[in-house]
């Protein structure tokens, strides 16, 4: 079991950057490859960024790749995403996940979610 909370989410203006954190508890973080999915009103989750056990594999959305980054710290039990040149479309509820498949893309692939962090951006 590890549960995890997600933080750093906001109101900010297009082209401006976010750092989201997910800390996690329970089991050991570093089992743990890592994702980030987002969830807009009306639309269903969609994958954003994932992050394998040591930090060495990362995969990104085309939507977001060159403007967001996932990093993790295994001494800290946290995972990031550093969101830059934000628009008007990146806004939604970004979650975090844990499961065990290298290089998971779909919500089914993790097992633990967080609540939600709420990202605005304003056009």
């Known amino acids: 079991q590890v549960q995890l909370v997600e933080s750093g989410g906001g109101l900010v203006q297009a ?3 976010l750092r ?3 800390a996690a508890s329970g089991r050991t ?3 743990y490859v890592m994702g980030w999915f987002r969830q807009a009103p009306g639309k ?3 994958f954003i960024a994932t992050i394998g056990w040591t930090g060495g594999f990362t ?3 085309d939507s977001v790749k060159g403007r967001f980054t996932i990093s993790r710290d295994n001494a800290k039990n946290t995972v990031y995403l550093q969101m830059n040149s934000l628009k008007y479309e990146d806004t939604a509820v970004y979650y975090c996940a844990a499961g065990d ?3 998971a893309v779909r919500v089914g692939d993790y097992t633990y ?3 939600g962090t709420q990202v605005t951006v304003s056009s």
């Open 20 to 22: 989201l954190s997910c």
């Open 29 to 31: 973080f570093s089992s």
């Open 113 to 115: 979610w967080g609540q």
């Open 44 to 46: 269903e989750r969609e």
């Open 59 to 61: 995969y990104y959305a």
């Open 15 to 17: 082209g401006d950057s």
């Open 101 to 103: 498949a290298a290089a």
